[in-house]
């Protein structure tokens, strides 16, 4: 994992995440205007007609967004998602790139591509981050 602009906080963060590690979904790069992440397909990613899940693709966008929003140190949780599904694939992996759109004071508005080995769109979204105040654990 490249971790150009990486704070502390948000690598150790993604070193404990269970969801992603779940969904088989790995780190590439992070960084404030940019971040990629892969995921495997193993036969728990594939949908019942033997393709990669939509909730995998879906996923993959949400987690890249929301790498890229908290990439500034603040926390985010995700506001509004719009996705298209283009394409599909059987095999190989899956990759996700976000690239910042506009970062306002509450608000991140990141655009991402779902791609194939092959760099072909599977999935376009734009994903709206909210900024929160997450309170301490006790």
Known sequence: MKNDDLSND????????????????QVDVVGT???RLH?????ESMN????????????LADC?????A???????????ASMNFLRNVR???????STLLKRGRRVVVVHVEILDQG???????VVNMMQVTVPPEK
């Open 91 to 97: 095999s190989g992996s899956v990759f996700a790139k």
């Open 119 to 125: 760099g072909t769109l599977l999935a376009d979204a």
């Open 48 to 59: 019942p007609h033997g393709i990669s899940h939509g909730g995998l693709l879906y996923t």
């Open 33 to 35: 205007q940019c971040t």
């Open 64 to 68: 890249a967004a929301g790498i890229t």
């Open 10 to 25: 948000l690598s150790e963060f993604l070193r404990k995440d269970p969801f992603m590690e779940y969904n088989h979904i």
């Open 70 to 80: 908290r990439a500034d140190g603040r926390d985010y949780v995700t506001q509004n």
């Open 39 to 43: 995921a495997d397909l193993v036969p």
